[in-house]
Structure formats: structure tokens, C-alpha cells
């Protein structure tokens, strides 16, 4: 299953690994493809020395006025059915700082090879979101973004609760899956309660300390990680027809993954890959910031390199044919995990795959999605409040409806606004020849120009943040 540390990107040795060593390097579930970036560094690590052919780069091929003659132009109906096909809205009606959100899909491999799924604890409280971005097919990625929010919230539960489940010998049910459209054919189904069972007895037997919500996301995702790996081994080493090809190829494709849990004013978000989470937060002068809470794990960060780097022995540096079968693997499903408490002036929370990423900057993420809010309030009819309200109140209700129709959205889905304007925006507004040839081309060519995009949008109540305890 290689996948991967957080970079296969920047392996240096598992190509030409054996069989048995291929599934050792598949301890990690999150494969970080050699299609997004080809490289060719030989001194390995050295900026300097690395190529890279980027998606960015290859727009340039598509210029040529007798490629474009070939595209079929969409009509502004055909390109609102393809944006609109995938898109997602969900509004809360309980109390917490999440108060809705928009997600949207938009493909680019077929079929298309990202996940996306929003979950609430049951059991504990908290949300859970992520997008999940699979490399050599959506196998591993649909998979992981079904199985991983119930490891997490088995980590999640007190020791008591956990122990009272499994003293009546069925498995809890752990979340409540929102827009959940895959299901597992029976005996994956039946494999995969068994590995999460072992699971919950092996947490059970755990000495019950201090709670560590990093420590709760790095076991949840290294555990399901493990699980992959072994439900893809033969029950029979010696025998291969033994092999559950099912199983194998999700765990030979392999995946990244971005999660929040969102819990009150508590944001934590486990990232493994270059999928990525933005904060929209509105400043002291009315200005959006965009203040990322991940990192990407690739080639552009160079402590990812040096840990990749520190991994391996050091007597490689002197060996003619590096030990492949021996060295360690270099891949880890362990995220990086980082914590942000929320204020009343952080409004939102962007998660997209690198699709997204690719084509836009996280501050122009933001400034689109900040324009959609502002705008979004004209798509329907103005409804005051059952409250008692004054005639000053009405009349600032009335101007922000009124500068809300220059930003006038064409979609009441936040998430194809997003990913409208990183088809087709332009310093003039959105260009309806750009999306439309964006969203015609040949199979064989649209990979080169815009990966498949997968965007998330969670908005907070900002009154709830302002009174709740800490």
C-alpha cells in the first residue's frame, strides 16, 4: 500500500522494493503520488538540484488557438448543472460554535479520486470534517474517510463509557455521518467491525490517563493505518491465492487526509499530505486574514525533507546500492496535529485538497468565501426577526443588504462559489469562456490542467464564541 510518510514525494527508496517489503512500506495509509510532482533531483534534498513539472506548468501547453477551437463551449446553465452537481449544505439547529456548512466536489480523474465526510460525536461531543485526496484511485481515500471518525471517537471516549460498551459486546455507535453515500458490500463490511472490535479491546486495556486530544488523532490514525496494512496481508503467508484483492488494492492505492474536530472553541487539525485548512478570521479593520493550520508535506517543506532525510542510516550516504530491503521504510500515517481556539472574530474554516490549492492562495480562499457571506444574504427575501426591533437596527439591516448586492453571489453554495472563481475568476470577475473550456477538456488532457477539487466550508457562531466558557 505505500503510503505515506507524509511523502512518498520524497522517498528515496521503495521503488524498487519486493512484494512483502511494498506491503512494510504500506504501514501508512497516505500516499503522497508521484503525479504531482515528477522529480528528478539526484542529489536528493537539494533544492538546487531538484525539477519539478508542476500543474501550474503544464497550463502552458493548452494556448494554442487551434487547440481551443477544438473545446466545446458550455452554456451558462450546462456550467452551473456541472458545479452545482456535488455540492452540500448543512445548517445546525443545536447550540456550538459550528453553525452550518457548504462542501462541493468537482472531478478531474474518473472516476474521481477525492473524499469528503462531516460527522457529529455521539457519544462525546464535537464535529468532525475532512477531505481526503487518494492517489492511484478513490479506493483508500473512501475507505479511510468511512473507518477513520470511528477510531477517533473510540479514542475520544472515557475509559468508563469504553468499558461498558464492550462489557455488552456490541460496538457503540460512535457518529452520525451527514451527505454519507458509500457503503461496504458484506464480508468488507464484516472484516473491517472485526479490526475495529480489536481495536476497542486494545483501548480498553490501556492504562486510563491524562486526555491528549493530539495523542487521541496520532493513535486513531496510525491504528487504521496498521489495520489496512494487515486486512491486506493473505491469512496464509505461504500461500498468495489467499490474498483478498479487495483489500490489497486499497491498500496498494493510499491517500492524504485533512481532519478537524471541532469541539466549542477548540479547532484541532490532524493533516498528513498537502491537503489544507484555512481560517477565515475578520481583523480589528474589517480586513480578512487567512491563517493556515496546516503544512503541506512535500518537497517545499524543508523540514519534512530533513525528516525523511534524519530517517535514513548513514552509512547509505556511502553504499553504492542503498539497502532498500533493510533501511527503514521513511513513511508514517502519524499527522501533524495543531490546536486553535476560536474567537468571535474567526468566522470560518476552508478544507480542500490540493486541487484547490493549486489553483488559488489561501487569502484569495478566504476573501471568496468572506465576498460570498457578505453577498449571500440577497439571495433570499429579508425576514426580520421575531424579537422586538428597533427602526436603527432595521435601517443597518436594509444598508448591508444593500452592499451585499455588489457582491451578489451566482451561488448560495459557498464551496461553488470557491471553486467557480479557481475555474474561472480573473481580475475582472468570473470569465464564463475560461470555466467553460476548463470544463470541456479531452479526457487525456484534463489532469494536466486542474486536479479533482474537493472544498469544505464550516461557518462558526460568532455569538456563540463571544460567551462561551473557555
Known amino acids: 500500500m505505500v503510503v505515506g510518510s507524509r511523502t512518498q514525494q520524497l522517498l528515496k527508496c521503495g521503488k524498487n522494493a519486493?512484494?512483502?517489503?511494498?506491503?512494510?512500506?504500506?504501514?501508512?495509509?497516505?500516499?503522497?503520488?508521484?503525479?504531482?510532482?515528477?522529480?528528478?533531483?539526484?542529489?536528493?534534498?537539494?533544492?538546487?538540484?531538484?525539477?519539478?513539472?508542476?500543474?501550474?506548468?503544464?497550463?502552458?501547453?493548452?494556448?494554442?488557438?487551434?487547440?481551443?477551437?477544438?473545446?466545446?463551449?458550455?452554456?451558462?446553465?450546462?456550467?452551473?448543472s456541472i458545479l452545482r452537481a456535488n455540492e452540500y449544505t448543512h445548517d445546525f439547529t443545536t447550540t456550538g460554535s459550528v453553525k452550518s456548512y457548504d462542501s462541493n466536489q468537482l472531478a478531474s480523474n474518473n472516476p474521481i479520486e477525492d473524499t469528503r465526510c462531516e460527522s457529529t460525536c455521539l457519544q462525546t461531543t464535537g464535529f468532525l470534517v475532512?477531505?481526503?485526496?487518494?492517489?492511484?484511485?478513490?479506493?483508500?481515500a473512501q475507505v479511510i474517510a468511512k473507518r477513520l471518525y470511528n477510531y477517533i471517537t473510540?479514542?475520544?471516549?472515557?475509559?468508563?463509557?469504553?468499558?461498558?460498551?464492550?462489557?455488552?459486546?456490541?460496538?457503540?455507535?460512535?457518529?452520525?455521518?451527514?451527505?454519507?453515500?458509500?457503503?461496504?458490500v458484506?464480508?468488507?463490511?464484516?472484516?473491517?467491525?472485526?479490526?475495529?472490535?480489536?481495536?476497542?479491546?486494545?483501548?480498553?486495556?490501556?492504562?486510563s490517563k491524562q486526555f491528549e486530544m493530539t495523542e487521541a488523532l496520532e493513535r486513531a490514525f496510525?491504528?487504521?493505518?496498521?489495520?489496512?496494512?494487515?486486512?491486506?496481508?493473505p491469512e496464509n503467508l505461504e500461500n498468495p491465492e489467499t490474498i483478498n484483492i479487495k483489500t490489497m488494492s486499497v491498500a496498494m492505492s493510499g491517500a492524504v487526509?485533512?481532519?478537524?474536530?471541532?469541539?466549542?472553541?477548540?479547532?484541532?487539525?490532524?493533516?498528513?499530505?498537502?491537503?489544507?485548512?484555512?481560517?477565515?478570521?475578520?481583523?480589528?479593520?474589517?480586513?480578512?486574514?487567512?491563517?493556515?493550520?496546516?503544512?503541506?508535506?512535500?518537497?517545499?517543506?524543508?523540514?519534512?525533507?530533513?525528516?525523511?532525510?534524519?530517517?535514513?542510516?548513514?552509512?547509505e550516504s556511502t553504499t553504492v546500492v542503498p539497502p532498500n530491503y533493510h533501511t527503514p521504510p521513511y513513511l508514517s500515517g502519524k499527522p501533524e496535529v495543531t490546536h486553535h481556539r476560536l474567537t468571535p472574530r474567526d468566522k470560518f474554516l476552508i478544507?480542500?485538497?490540493?486541487?484547490?490549492?493549486?489553483?488559488?492562495?489561501?487569502?484569495?480562499?478566504?476573501?471568496?468565501?468572506?465576498?460570498?457571506?457578505?453577498?449571500?444574504?440577497t439571495l433570499s427575501p429579508l425576514t426580520l426577526p421575531k424579537k422586538q426591533i428597533t427602526l436603527s437596527e432595521i435601517n443597518e439591516m436594509l444598508l448591508a443588504r444593500k452592499e451585499g448586492l455588489l457582491t451578489k453571489p451566482k451561488d448560495s453554495n459557498a464551496a461553488t462559489h470557491v471553486i467557480r472563481n479557481a475555474l474561472g475568476g480573473t481580475e475582472y470577475g468570473i470569465d464564463h469562456s475560461k470555466i467553460?473550456?476548463?470544463?470541456?477538456?479531452?479526457?487525456?488532457?484534463?489532469?494536466?490542467?486542474?486536479?479533482?477539487?474537493?472544498?469544505?466550508?464550516?461557518?462558526?457562531?460568532?455569538?456563540?464564541l463571544r460567551h462561551c466558557p473557555p
Open 154 to 184: 473510540a479514542c475520544l471516549l472515557p475509559h468508563d463509557i469504553l468499558a461498558q460498551n464492550i462489557e455488552r459486546g456490541n460496538t457503540p455507535a460512535l457518529i452520525e455521518s451527514y451527505n454519507d453515500k458509500v457503503q461496504f
Open 351 to 377: 478544507i480542500g485538497t490540493d486541487g484547490l490549492w493549486d489553483m488559488m492562495t489561501p487569502l484569495q480562499a478566504v476573501r471568496f468565501v468572506g465576498e460570498h457571506m457578505k453577498g449571500k444574504v
Open 130 to 140: 475532512g477531505v481526503f485526496d487518494g492517489h492511484g484511485g478513490g479506493a483508500c
Open 436 to 464: 467553460s473550456q476548463m470544463l470541456t477538456l479531452p479526457e487525456e488532457m484534463v489532469r494536466l490542467f486542474r486536479d479533482d477539487i474537493t472544498v469544505t466550508i464550516v461557518y462558526f457562531d460568532s455569538e456563540y
Open 257 to 315: 487526509a485533512c481532519v478537524a474536530h471541532i469541539d466549542g472553541p477548540h479547532v484541532h487539525v490532524a493533516n498528513v499530505g498537502d491537503c489544507g485548512a484555512v481560517l477565515g478570521t475578520l481583523s480589528d479593520t474589517n480586513s480578512w486574514v487567512a491563517k493556515k493550520l496546516t503544512n503541506d508535506h512535500n518537497t517545499y517543506n524543508q523540514s519534512e525533507v530533513d525528516r525523511i532525510l534524519k530517517e535514513h542510516p548513514f552509512n
Open 18 to 80: 519486493s512484494f512483502s517489503n511494498q506491503i512494510k512500506f504500506g504501514r501508512s495509509f497516505y500516499t503522497f503520488g508521484n503525479r504531482k510532482y515528477v522529480n528528478q533531483a539526484k542529489n536528493f534534498g537539494s533544492s538546487k538540484e531538484n525539477s519539478f513539472v508542476r500543474l501550474c506548468d503544464c497550463k502552458r501547453l493548452h494556448s494554442s488557438r487551434e487547440t481551443r477551437s477544438t473545446i466545446t463551449k458550455l452554456s451558462p446553465q450546462e456550467v452551473d
Open 186 to 207: 458484506d464480508d468488507i463490511r464484516d472484516l473491517y467491525q472485526k479490526s475495529f472490535w480489536k481495536f476497542l479491546l486494545d483501548l480498553s486495556k490501556t492504562d
Open 222 to 233: 496510525q491504528r487504521l493505518d496498521d489495520d489496512l496494512s494487515a486486512e491486506a496481508l
